[in-house]
């Protein structure tokens, strides 16, 4: 065992079993804040790694949004979970083309890790040496205003709650030790999860919960109904509340056990986007239906950056550039399993 495993082995013994998200939230804390895990070096990578054409489209979405709430000023810009600063170096040289808008954006990353908060400040030192980031460890630290927030992969990295259908009741899924000593699986007290669970789940079913994500996007939601805003929401996940186990861990680009290695491997599951909408709408926000993410990039000009980008390349160059794009949208790799949630303040029409 490694040093958070013994940790948590010893909370184990001592008080008993401990939720999924109490061991999910411990081993992504240590995660993070160790290293880098992006790129070919590290256990996954995201959209914007992939092709700058993602952060552009997001850019100039961002834009029509800000021109369709009359331009307030200035404009708080936010990033949930930026990663390496990719995304929002892409999005602030789409911004260009609205010089007012790009010259009053005050920058704002909320970022717990300090080795990607030092990725993210050399990225736009590197790339955008005019703009002055301020990080923040929680939303709620950022100043109140005007909003347009992103978030991409971040809301199936917070911690879940797992809940078992038994004899036509719900009960918590935790973890404790088994016989060797090693963590296992095991069935708790009956329960009532923070989200209301599918009628038709039958016995056997596993259903999780995301409170963290469900603060969150409340929290988002309060900020669009006090200030002209906008939010983009992006990851992979379900459109409509289901049951079904989704939690994984990946490490070295591939699958690995999920309680094995704490805090050595990434650890994600599937957003439920039917969930978030409602807490956004409850707190106020008019949220769109929700959009995949090849439908949502094709439709805000995702193919004609492409047709601009491939302008005087030569053939490896393009080849690459096509390569990443179609990973994009392709329906087949993340353009359906990638879904994006938008919302306004509560007087503007949905995105």
């Known amino acids: 065992m490694n040093l958070l495993e013994r940790r948590l082995a010893d909370e184990i013994r001592a008080s008993g079993p401990i939720g999924v998200d109490r061991f999910m939230g411990a081993a992504l804390e240590h995660y993070y804040r160790s290293r880098d895990p992006l790129g070919a070096g590290g256990d996954f990578t995201t959209a914007p790694e992939i092709s700058q054409v993602f952060g552009e489209i997001i850019g100039l979405w961002g834009a029509d949004q800000w021109q369709r709430l009359g331009g307030p000023l200035p404009l708080r810009l936010v990033e949930l979970g930026p990663g390496r600063g990719t995304l929002m170096a892409d999005l602030l040289r789409a911004l260009r083309v609205v010089p007012p808008l790009r010259q009053a954006v005050e920058v704002h990353f909320v970022e717990t890790s300090p080795t990607l908060r030092e990725r993210q400040a050399e990225t736009l030192r590197r790339l955008h040496p005019d703009v002055a980031p301020r990080w923040h460890d929680a939303l709620a630290q950022v100043p109140q205003g005007p909003m347009l927030l992103i978030a991409n992969e971040l809301f199936d990295a917070l911690p879940i709650r797992q809940w078992l259908r038994e004899h036509g009741r719900w009960r918590e899924r935790l973890v404790g030790l088994d016989g060797s000593g090693a963590f296992a699986f095991e069935t708790g007290q009956i329960g009532t999860p923070p989200v209301d669970p599918p009628l038709t789940a039958s016995d056997g079913a596993l259903f999780e919960t995301c409170e963290p994500g469900l603060a969150i996007a409340g929290e988002i939601g309060r900020r669009l109904a006090a200030a002209p805003g906008a939010a983009l929401l992006i990851d992979y996940g379900h459109g409509q509340t289901a049951a079904g186990e989704t939690l994984q861990a990946l490490k070295a680009h591939a699958y690995a056990p999920v309680l094995a290695d704490a805090g050595e491997a990434d650890l994600t599951a599937h957003v439920d986007f039917e969930a978030l909408g409602n807490a956004l709408a409850a707190a ?64 503007r029409s949905p995105p």
């Open 284 to 347: 106020g926000a008019n949220v769109a239906p929700l959009a995949l993410q090849g439908q949502f990039l094709i439709e805000n000009g995702a193919n004609l950056r492409l047709e601009a980008l491939l302008r005087g390349k030569d053939e490896a160059a393009g080849l690459r550039l096509k390569t990443g794009v179609r990973r994009l949208l392709d329906p087949m790799e993340m353009g359906r399993l990638f879904k994006v949630l938008a919302a306004t303040s509560p007087e």
